[in-house]
């Protein structure tokens, strides 16, 4: 039988695809290099040659999870009409990829993967920032935000709600984030001058993560 040969692209994406798949059903842990490669029926140098362990797989698959939802957040914004509050309000329940990758984030969250986590979420800020940007920009053209930098304001909103409610960074008590979770819509309406009640929705969605 002749083994076909792919192109070194499409090669690495299902290796990444195939150690997604495995990694939520099965839980990283339990996963083995071994086991991607029967899946794919390839040779041992041929997944080395991409990655140099099954850490640096993990991250490729993050990244992979990551760059896909800031896809599907561009998307929503391309196709939903209606004011910047309420693009606003539906993008932040789509950029929440927690509920899908379960098994996978919760690796990331063990103390040996502090770095990566930390690389990832800065990956993360940084992608999504451009999408919020532009809806800051739309609301301060609509009369609703006064904001004289929409992207270091992106940055910072993005950054501090991250970093203030992941337990993964910090083991957070339920009566710091329940503080936060009050304190934050007034803080969004602050920083962007918006009017009272804006970011009410956030309450809701935090108490809910």
């Not at 990829?97 to 930390?118: C, F, G, Q, W």
């Amino acid at each position: 039988m002749v083994r076909m040969v792919k192109n070194p692209a499409d090669r690495k994406r299902e290796i990444i695809e195939t150690a997604r798949h495995l990694f939520q059903s099965k839980g990283y842990d339990k996963v083995t290099m071994q086991d991607i490669m029967d899946s794919l029926d390839i040779a041992k140098g041929t997944i080395y040659h991409y990655f140099k362990s099954k850490e640096e797989l993990l991250e490729a698959v993050i990244e992979s999870i990551v760059e896909t939802n800031v896809s599907h957040m561009q998307d929503i914004i391309e196709t939903t009409s209606g004011t910047a509050l309420e693009k606003i309000k539906i993008l932040a329940k789509a950029g929440d990829i927690s509920v899908e990758n379960t098994s996978i984030l919760e690796r990331l969250h063990k103390p040996d993967n502090s770095a990566m986590h930390l690389r990832i979420l800065a990956s993360m800020i940084t992608k999504q920032a451009g999408l919020y940007e532009g809806l800051i920009k739309q609301g301060c053209e609509e009369g609703v935000f006064t904001a004289e930098n929409p992207l270091e304001c992106a940055e910072l909103i993005l950054a501090g709600v991250q970093f203030l409610t992941d337990k993964g960074i910090y083991p957070w008590s339920s009566e710091d984030l329940h503080r936060r979770a009050k304190t934050l819509p007034k803080l969004l309406e602050q920083l962007l001058r918006a009017p009272s009640g804006s970011f009410d929705f956030m309450i809701q969605m935090t108490q809910n993560n």
